[in-house]
């Protein structure tokens, strides 16, 4: 059982397109993440979520927005690809307070 | 502004030797501090966790150590297995829980047989 899915693995779009990348954590915590890890390999959060408060890094662009449709799924939309958007994309979840656990990642290119 | 540092891109080590990789952080705030592991193709995996409030936190062959006042810590590894190739990640966090992590560059591990 996967803890942490996302999907696509791959995605593969145009410049100017919007996409999304699905995430689902089956671990019953009420905590999500999204990270971007750019090509100096450095993991940067983008968001992180719960029920109860979204943050935002205040370095994403409003292009870039999460969707948590219910407790166990945090979405993540991206209208207007750039290519500065190519890179790994990492979901993951905690609970509370406690380890994050990671996703496998989506490769996002954007051509 | 890299709050979290890992200075070495790469260590190689051999088999059943210790392998210490090492991390630097500028935040004062930071109290909490986690190592993950990546392999190729996967998303990072906690590995060990440590508070300010301690200096030392062990799990099996995994120490971390924290030195505050040198705003340093490392991860020792003993013994070493080819397993434990891999990209190892220092984070760290403010406010005692796991949350908002500020991550490191890596360090790739090799483990020589």
């Known amino acids: 059982d996967t803890a942490v899915s996302q999907t696509p693995k791959y995605l593969v779009t145009q410049m100017g397109n919007d996409k999304s990348i699905k995430c689902e954590q089956n671990l019953g915590h009420d905590t999500m993440y999204w990270y971007k890890q750019d090509s100096k390999k450095f993991l940067k959060i983008m968001f992180s979520y719960n029920n109860k408060e979204l943050i935002i890094n205040e370095t994403v662009p409003n292009r870039f927005s999460p969707k948590s449709p219910d407790k166990a799924h945090l979405n993540l939309h991206i209208n207007s690809l750039e290519l500065g958007d190519s890179a790994v994309y990492f979901c993951a979840s905690s609970q509370s307070r406690g380890e994050q656990f990671f996703g496998p990642g989506t490769r996002l290119t954007v051509l | 502004d890299q709050q979290v540092k890992q200075n070495s891109p790469s260590l190689s080590v051999q088999e059943g030797r210790i392998s210490i990789l090492n991390c630097d952080y500028t935040n004062s705030m930071f109290d909490y501090f986690l190592w993950y592991k990546k392999y190729p193709a996967e998303g990072p995996t906690f590995l060990i966790s440590?508070?300010?409030?301690?200096d030392k936190n062990e799990d099996g062959r995994f120490t971390v150590f924290l030195n505050k006042s040198a705003k340093h810590l490392s991860l020792h590894i003993v013994p070493s297995q080819p397993g434990d190739s891999a990209v190892y990640f220092c984070?760290?966090?403010?406010?005692?829980?796991?949350?908002?992590?500020?991550f490191g560059s890596g360090t790739q591990l090799t483990v020589l047989p």
């Open positions: 984070a760290a966090s403010a406010g005692g829980s796991a949350r908002q992590l500020t």
């Open positions: 440590i508070s300010s409030i301690k």
